[in-house]
């Protein structure tokens, strides 16, 4: 394949204090694929996603998201590039817990500006879609983890985002859970286009991807296929 990468990572350092998390670590992505990110635990798999995602600003090294410097970018602008073109599950959904399902799938449309009611009909329609449709009107707290996975990601895709940066999205539910969040996440974002950045230490999740890379000691250290 010979498109642009959409996001292309060079040369990233990143250090906590004195202990390095990232050291010039490169990663590319390209419009709509699905790709892996595994390592043993503390090997900078999720630094290395907070600098893609412009949550982390790095020591050294760029980071070029659909032609823009994100690390020359001012906070403000990252932050409007965040909410207009980026997803993000985690590993326990973090929902806001005051606001009920609908409303918190609703809220980054909300934070866009946009109305109330076509906000949360966009909502509803992404909920039926994640299998989640009854739990609309229910607050965080009285639905499963399972659940709360499957609104975290409607959650993400409301916003018709061209990049998905999900950390380990799966690690608190059991297998069948997780097989059927990864694969409603795999399924939407293939036909909604978004590419998935996808942070994970199970093969299992894994298989749902395009294409893996594998960071150790916090270098990007091998690609099934070449990028
Ligand atoms: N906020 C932080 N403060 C201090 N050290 C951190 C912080 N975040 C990560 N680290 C350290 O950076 C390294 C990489 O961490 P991380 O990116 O979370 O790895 P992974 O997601 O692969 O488990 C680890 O040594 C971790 O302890
Ligand atoms: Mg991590």
Redesign the pocket.
């Known amino acids: 394949m010979t498109t642009a990468p959409l996001l292309l990572a060079s040369g990233i350092d ?1 250090a ?2 004195p ?4 050291v010039g670590a490169d990663f590319a992505l390209r419009a709509g694929e699905v790709v892996a990110v595994m ?12 600098c893609l995602a412009g949550i982390v600003r790095p020591d050294a090294g760029t980071i070029t998201y659909d032609g823009r410097e994100l690390t020359s970018l001012p906070d403000a602008a990252r932050s409007a590039l965040r909410r207009s073109d980026f997803g993000f599950v985690f590993q326990f959904g973090q929902l806001v817990p005051e606001l009920t399902c609908v409303e918190n799938v609703a809220l980054p449309l909300r934070l866009n500006g946009e109305r109330r009611r076509s906000a949360e009909l966009k909502a509803q329609e992404w909920l039926t879609r994640l299998e989640v449709e009854d739990v609309g009107g229910k607050r965080p707290g009285e639905i499963s983890g399972g659940q709360g996975q499957r609104v975290a990601v409607a959650r993400a895709l409301v916003t018709a985002p061209r990049v998905i940066f999900a ?2 999205p799966t690690g608190a539910l059991d297998s069948l859970n997780g097989e059927r969040v990864m694969q409603l996440l795999t399924d939407a974002s293939r036909d909604t286009g978004a590419a998935v950045v996808l ?1 994970t ?1 199970e093969a299992r999740v894994a298989a749902y991807s395009d294409r893996e890379v594998v ?1 150790r000691d ?1 270098s990007v250290r091998s690609s099934e296929w070449a990028v």
């Open positions: 990143k906590y204090g202990t390095p998390a990232l390592g043993p635990s503390g090997s900078g798999k999720s630094t290395l996603l907070h950390d380990e942070v230490h960071v916090g």
